[in-house]
């Protein structure tokens, strides 16, 4: 109180409150608590109070341009002046409010008011403010409150999942959540307690879904009664997007390695494809599987498993796309495909219940791979099948070889006795073949050979065996063939074999053919070596005897061997 009254009475003002200028006694400006300066009407200095040291300091340093403007303006209107001057120092800038205020005796009064903290608080909390929002947005999608009734009274101006931030506010959060089996999605909105990464599915303005993330806290009044809630959404839709195909992808290596582990554990090649028919049905929930192959024929069913329906569509739909999904009688099939290099080499078709949902991006990913690992296996198998071949037959005629011969007929000879069949085993050998190769030469008794094999290929069926043993020997498997049936065959080459005389190396040494018969009757017990025996020893009867016929052994018990001619 004393220093106010000090002041009023130092500092005048003429013509009462609405007075634009002041009188100023002696006392008056060393007085002022605040900074204070007296200038003239060109902006000298004439005047100031020690609290105002900073200011004159500035303006003999000419670091305030601008306030002999507002001085000039204040003299010339007779009305105050409002300013703002930032003086450097060493801990910081210092900013002042000047007022500029008339005198009677013309001058220019200079009140000045350190706001240096005030801005300093204003700046900081200002930033604060900036920072919290840029922390909010960079964590979070959206921010939001709720009031009393549960409706939104703030969103994030930027809006949610589409919405604008008008047309979320004044709603109650239900109208946009996606109801879920047991999960309760307002709790974030309505708990009294703090909720933290609350896992809520809301609806998207474009109609779609969005997982989101909420994290929330109750807004309390003074007695502790709820008044609202105020929290912050996180949307996950993209993560938890990228968590089910993660998911679904290692599902999908999951079943195909169960089943290329199936298929690799397989010994036998014969087996592989059964098996893996198997294994994809239990793998893929079928109700069964069909493998084909791929030939010169086309397609041909090479394994089987479980249930199946009419496959003659999926062959037509498999020819105009890769995959197929469709419903064929009481089954849905789902089929592809499968390939080697880029080859198409057969084809997997997986049956299931006809009320199975279509086959989903993933099964297709998954029946891609599939396809792979089986086209794979189908490769291996014909492999397999090639070197099986190489080493059961004969590489020029391609018919079996001596040891692939042996092999299969020790294994019909056995079933023989069990069936009570007969059957009968030819031996032939040509006759002045020599001379064929060395008048005409190898290619040319290679041609005779191949000649040979086509006579025997003529007047056999499917279930006959025919082998060359080597050099110009061959041997033919009669299956279930009597006496007279060997009979009618031996007669039928014979005559068949008057073609080979083209190949003859001399007129007086045609190419012929010599035969040797052993019948097998199942009232006459014998080992295969005691067959082999006699159809060897007719042969080289009709060696004996002049070449180009054929000979019937007579039976075991008849030995010493006399050569037998019905």
């Known amino acids: 109180m004393p220093m106010m009254k000090r002041l009023l009475g130092a500092v005048g003002l003429r013509n009462g409150n609405q007075a634009s200028a002041v009188t100023l006694s002696d006392v008056a400006l060393p007085s002022l608590p605040m900074p204070a300066l007296i200038l003239s009407s060109d902006g000298r ?3 100031a109070n020690a609290a105002a040291r ?6 003999r340093r000419d670091h305030l341009p601008g306030l002999a403007a507002s001085v000039a303006r204040t003299l010339g209107s007779g009305q105050s002046q409002m300013d703002v001057v930032m003086l450097p120092g060493p801990g910081g800038p210092t900013v002042y409010d000047l007022s500029v205020l008339p005198t009677d005796d013309g001058a220019a009064l200079v009140l000045a008011k350190d706001v240096t903290l005030e801005n300093n608080l204003r700046a900081t909390l200002v930033e604060s403010r900036q920072r919290y929002k840029d922390l909010v947005e960079i964590s979070t999608d959206f921010a939001w409150e709720t009031g009393p009734d549960g409706a939104f009274v703030f969103v994030s101006p930027r809006g949610a999942l589409g919405h604008g931030a008008d047309q979320l506010v004044g709603h109650p959060p239900g109208e946009f959540i996606v109801d879920q089996p047991g999960v309760d999605g307002l709790i974030p909105f309505r708990s009294d307690k703090p909720v933290e990464d609350a896992e809520v599915w809301m609806r998207r303005a474009d109609g779609g879904v969005a997982c989101v993330f909420i994290s929330s806290s ?8 709820r008044r609202g809630t105020r929290g912050i959404c996180r949307d996950v839709t993209k993560e ?6 993660l998911a679904r992808a290692n599902n999908r290596e999951r079943l195909l390695a169960y089943i290329v582990r199936t298929i690799r554990d397989v010994v036998d090649p014969a087996d592989i494809l059964n098996i893996a028919a198997e294994a994809i049905t239990r793998a893929l929930g079928g109700v069964g599987c069909q493998i084909f192959r791929h030939g010169q024929d086309g397609f041909a069913l090479a394994a089987k498993f479980g249930q199946s329906g009419d496959a003659a569509p999926v062959l037509a739909g498999l020819a105009v796309a890769e995959i197929f999904d469709s419903v064929i009688g009481g089954y849905r099939a789902g089929a592809l495909v499968t390939r080697h290099h880029g080859a198409v080499n057969g084809l997997v078709v997986i049956w299931r219940d006809a009320e199975a949902a279509p ?10 791979d599939l396809g792979n690992q089986i086209g794979i296996a189908n490769e291996q198998i014909l492999n397999h099948e090639r070197i099986l071949t190489l080493s059961r037959t004969d590489a020029l005629t391609g018919l079996f070889n001596r040891r692939a011969f042996f ?5 019909r000879f056995s079933r023989l006795s069990r069936e009570h069949k007969p059957a009968a085993l030819i031996y032939v050998d040509l006759d002045n073949f020599k001379l064929v190769n060395d008048v005409h030469g190898h290619k040319r008794g290679d041609e ?5 094999r086509d006579i025997l290929l003529q007047h056999s069926r499917p279930s006959d065996l025919i082998a060359r043993l080597g050099g110009d020997e061959f041997a033919l498997w009669l299956e279930g063939a009597d006496e007279q049936t060997a009979i009618n065959r031996c007669e039928a080459i014979i005559v068949a074999a008057r073609a080979l005389g083209a190949f003859s190396g001399a007129p007086h040494s045609p190419l012929t053919m010599s035969l040797g018969v052993a019948v097998h009757a199942p009232d006459r017990p014998e080992t295969l070596n005691d067959m082999l025996l006699r159809a060897d020893e007719a042969m080289y009867a009709v060696k004996r005897e002049g070449k180009c016929d054929y000979h019937l052994a007579p039976p075991l018990c008849a030995l010493p061997f ?3 001619r019905p």
Request: proline content about 4%; glycine content about 2%.
């Open 45 to 47: 200095l004439l005047s």
């Open 54 to 59: 900073p200011l004159v300091e500035a303006l």
């Open 218 to 225: 109750p807004l309390l009044d003074a007695q502790g009664r």
């Open 240 to 245: 938890r997007e990228r968590d089910a195909a």
């Open 359 to 368: 086959w989903a991006e993933d099964e297709q990913l998954l029946l891609a």
């Open 407 to 411: 092999e299969e007929l020790s294994r």
């Open 448 to 452: 005779a050979l191949m000649a040979v």
């Open 562 to 564: 006399e050569a037998a």
